[in-house]
């Protein structure tokens, strides 16, 4: 059988970062379906890169993608449980395929796929490719894996000690929430090399699956208490691959991804920037860049903004409202060069975030920026037709949609449907819905001139969706 017809068989998809579906989908046969397919895409490649987060079913699936590339001989390098963004710097630097086997945040019964070509993360374009290949699946022989190799660590750690000074975060204290994160064993060593005491929370031998877009009040409450409790300067984690971060200021008050990212966007001297139409309205209103194109929801439509971009500007860069730091171009840290990595990474932006701020306390970032707040919430196992019927309905009949939301007294000012459905109102408030492309679940994005009126309105447009799909 080929390949194609097994990815299309699994029910296994592409979403905005690489292939997920359930576990039970990624049967020995699929796996070895999608290396295979992969790699008859990548010319005459000779070695790939593998690694892996902390799911439990991570290895098993590893197991299978490493033995399909042994079957075409194809060497393999598996560099165990790290960082999507170390990976990928891997890969880029060894000129080689790479494969991530990870689900990032979503739900504990999934996983997923994600894919890199020697020059970077994929396109919409070689998923396509992906996806139409007639790669022939002959037998399945599992291969044990073979043994860790640790220079995909160690390098990933000297990209940042090589451009940080190592006094940088002398004096701070800073917690670190290492939960499952595949970056959990990483990131307190690093910290400690840049001059920080370290103080290593929430250590977990149980997956997590963090989401930093849609961050729990439990985990909200918690990153409070451990900031008032050992008296924290910031605290730091990540999403399950480590490419998504979650900085917390001394109060345990934690950045919304895209704010993160529009100030290690300025700490960077970045001049043009490619983003999700999800962020916050912030980065125009500041004037710190001199151009920001709107994309839809996903690192691949964010990295092919980039193009037009660097045709203009020296120094570009992306970012999602996840937090994720995508660096378009080469620029210079403290008169040091540090190459680009256009694929997301946690550790830049708060990296950048916390030099710019040096002594002065994180909280003090308010004082820089409008007065604008997001927040973000989602539905969970929403059937992504349900989620597109009230879309729909929105695009033909607003008015119907605005008394769904209990919001008819607002009225509209602009509505977007490039991805999902955005609305803007007369008082600045913004409302965006829209079906997550990585798992069954309807995600809700707001803005509003404070947090609680931010996160007020995405909790009343979220129940009002989940009445009417009730009703």
């Known amino acids: 059988m080929d390949s194609s017809i097994l990815i299309e068989q699994s029910g296994i998809e592409f979403g905005t970062s ?32 593998l690694a892996i987060d902390n799911r439990p079913s991570s290895p098993a699936i590893a197991q299978a993608c490493f033995s399909a590339a042994r079957t075409m001989g194809i060497e393999v390098d598996f560099y165990g449980v790290i960082p999507t963004p170390a990976l990928a710097f891997k890969s880029q630097e060894d000129s080689v395929p790479a494969i991530m086997v990870t689900g990032s945040h979503i739900p504990f019964d999934r996983n997923g796929l994600k894919f890199y070509t020697k020059t970077g993360e994929i396109t919409k374009s070689d998923e396509s490719k992906i996806l139409s290949a007639k790669a022939n699946i002959d037998t399945v022989a599992l291969l044990p894996l ?27 204290k800073i917690g670190v929430y290492q939960h499952s994160s595949a970056g959990r064993e990483l990131y307190p060593e690093l ?14 031998d149980n997956f997590i699956p963090i989401d930093t877009e849609a961050v729990g009040e439990a985990d909200r409450e918690q990153a409070k208490a451990w900031a ?17 971060p979650l900085l917390a200021d001394e109060n345990g008050n934690y950045f919304t991804g895209d704010v993160l990212c529009l ?20 980065i125009e209103k500041t004037d710190f860049f001199k151009k920001v194109i709107r994309t839809k929801i996903g690192s691949p439509y964010v990295i092919e903004a980039f193009k037009a971009l660097q045709e203009d500007y020296s120094s570009v860069a992306g970012f999602e409202a996840n937090g994720g730091f995508l660096l378009a171009s080469d620029i210079y840290i403290e008169n040091t060069k540090i190459t680009r990595l256009a694929t997301r990474d946690a550790l830049l932006p708060v990296l950048a975030v916390l030099s710019f701020f040096g002594k002065q306390k994180l909280s003090s970032a308010v004082e820089l920026l409008p007065h604008r ?72 994005y707001t803005e509003s001139n404070s947090f609680l009126n931010a996160k007020a309105l995405a909790d009343n447009v979220l129940v009002s969706i989940k009445n009417y799909f009730k009703a």
């Open 18 to 49: 690489g292939a997920r579906g359930l576990v039970t989908q990624f049967s020995n046969e699929v796996c070895f379906a999608f290396t295979l397919a992969f790699l008859s895409t990548q010319g005459d490649a000779k070695r790939i890169a």
């Open 146 to 172: 073979p043994e860790l190799n640790k220079r995909a660590y160690e390098l990933y750690l000297k990209r940042y000690l090589g451009v940080f000074s190592d006094d940088l975060l002398q004096g701070k």
């Open 228 to 244: 008032k409790e050992y008296g924290l300067d910031a605290i730091f984690s990540t999403d399950g691959d480590g490419d998504r």
């Open 373 to 444: 707040f997001t927040y973000s919430d989602r539905l969970k196992n929403i059937d992504k037709g349900l989620s597109l019927s009230i879309i729909n309905l929105g695009k033909q009949e607003i008015e119907k949609l605005l008394l769904i939301f209990n919001l008819e007294g607002l009225k509209i000012a602009s509505v977007i449907d490039i991805d999902g459905l955005r609305l803007t109102f007369t008082n600045q408030d913004v409302v965006h819905i829209r079906p997550s492309g990585n798992a069954p679940e309807l995600r809700c």
């Open 263 to 282: 100030l290690a966007a300025k700490s960077l001297g970045i001049e043009a920037l490619s983003v999700p139409v999800s962020c916050i309205s912030s």
């Open 191 to 204: 910290f400690k090399a840049l001059g920080a005491e370290v103080i290593c929370l929430g250590y977990s």
